[in-house]
């Protein structure tokens, strides 16, 4: 997962020391207040007596930015440091579309109380999504046509903007 500097001390530190690969353990009962709240809330079935270990993985981009990553993928001989950049670049296509969901279609934003309101709510959202969608790549395609009947070659069109789509 994606991690910031503040929810967990040790990670600060980390980010901090400039390294980037280091395995810590961790004792939930050390948090407080809303760092357990928020514990609680990201990993419901931890239970708060343990130790858990975790790895921080601290990733060059390509911006210049350095993204935390933690994993509990603890091997460092299977799972080399270098796979992880190309992990996180996979997976955020599917955060795009899950942003796309929750602020653009509001899939979060029900109707109605019960559960059966709730089940249409989500359903159609998802629905009116994929139709958006399917118009949009059909209308993409319309102009795509015009676009190569109007120029010789497609190398001379214009870098265009796009748009997150649901597929």
Not at 133 to 151: G, H, S
């Amino acid at each position: 997962m994606r991690s910031g500097t503040g929810w967990l001390g040790a990670v600060n530190q980390i980010f901090k020391s400039g390294k980037r690969d280091v395995i810590i353990e961790i004792n939930p009962r050390m948090l407080l207040g809303e760092k357990r709240k928020d514990f609680q809330n990201l990993f419901p079935n931890v239970c708060l007596k343990s130790f858990i270990k975790i790895r921080v993985l601290v990733i060059d981009l390509c911006t210049g930015e350095k993204e935390i990553l933690i994993t509990s993928l603890l091997d460092k001989h299977k799972f080399k440091y270098d796979i992880f950049k190309d992990l996180y670049n996979l997976r955020w296509g599917g955060e795009e579309n899950y942003k796309f969901h929750k602020v653009r279609l509001e899939v979060e934003n029900f109707s109605g109380k019960t559960a059966h309101a709730i089940e249409q709510d989500f359903h159609a959202t998802v629905f009116a999504g994929n139709i958006r969608a399917l118009l949009a790549e059909e209308a993409q395609t319309e102009e795509d046509q015009i676009y190569l009947r109007k120029y010789k070659y497609d190398y001379k069109r214009p870098i265009q903007q796009s748009s997150a789509t649901n597929r």
